[in-house]
């Protein structure tokens, strides 16, 4: 059964410029699996992915570019290669066109979404569909600044405000999943996708390739996508075996 539309992200998180996992998104709660995240991206690439998923970690707490020389490379290194989406730490037009002005197909824009949500209804055209909000959601509530603020915002009335002519999608990711490799919380992430007017991309406790080709089922509830982390890291399955599954 071929899926052709869904679409599978590998995931590079960055934190000290090396490449990272977090347990329920806890910066004091690390493993290291790459000194370089260069080279695990070029890994991923010549496992056939299409795209690329990076979050500057320490970005997303300090709001700020802080990992942008490593990051800089993987573009520079990968430019015409593969496509990348962004985020950590993009809290303004100065971030977001400096990122897209360096190969950044999309930019992921959470705590600023949830802190100034005019801003994206605001945004030029030429931003149009390169936005993706992050909805990092804690029983049901978005949390923000690199997950370490909890709000009272329900995620699913937070996002339904947004214009989709302007975002591309959102990333979806259960907090209480996130590095887990408890499996996807299937029935939360559809009925998020089918309450919003949003593509969802999947994140958060991706353990096998079956908690993907389930995910790659829902396309028709919303669900475009899946950004797989620890699950790669920890080798339960390669990202060539994963694209080859869904295939």
């Not at 214009?163 to 979806?172: D, K, L």
Request: aromatic fraction near 8%.
């Amino acid at each position: 059964m071929i899926r052709k539309n869904f679409t599978l992200y590998p995931a590079i998180d960055i934190k000290n410029g090396k490449c990272v996992r977090l347990l329920f998104g806890d910066m004091n709660k690390e493993t290291i699996y790459h000194d370089n995240p260069l080279d695990q991206a070029l890994w991923f690439v010549d496992q056939g992915a299409n795209w690329l998923h990076i979050v500057d970690l320490d970005g997303a707490v300090e709001g700020k570019n802080v990992n942008k020389i490593i990051i800089k490379k993987i573009l520079k290194s990968l430019q015409h290669k593969v496509k990348i989406q962004i985020g950590g730490g993009i809290r303004n037009h100065e971030n977001m066109d400096f990122w897209l002005q360096n190969s950044v197909n999309r930019v992921i824009l959470g705590t600023l979404a949830i802190e100034n949500q005019s801003f994206i209804e605001e945004l030029d055209e030429k931003y149009y569909k390169k936005i993706i909000i992050g909805a990092d959601v804690r029983d049901g509530m978005i949390a923000s600044h690199g997950w370490t603020n909890q709000s009272k915002i329900n995620a699913v009335n937070l996002i339904k405000g947004f214009n989709p002519s302007i975002v591309n999608s959102v990333i979806y990711t259960d907090i209480k999943r996130d590095g887990t490799l408890l499996g996807v919380n299937l029935e939360q992430t559809i009925n998020f996708a089918k309450s919003i007017p949003h593509p969802v991309i999947a994140s958060g406790g991706i353990s096998s390739i079956a908690d993907i080709f389930d995910l790659s089922k829902q396309i028709s509830n919303g669900v475009e996508g899946v950004v797989i982390g620890r699950a790669l890291y920890d080798k339960k399955f390669t990202f060539a075996d994963a694209l080859k599954f869904i295939k």
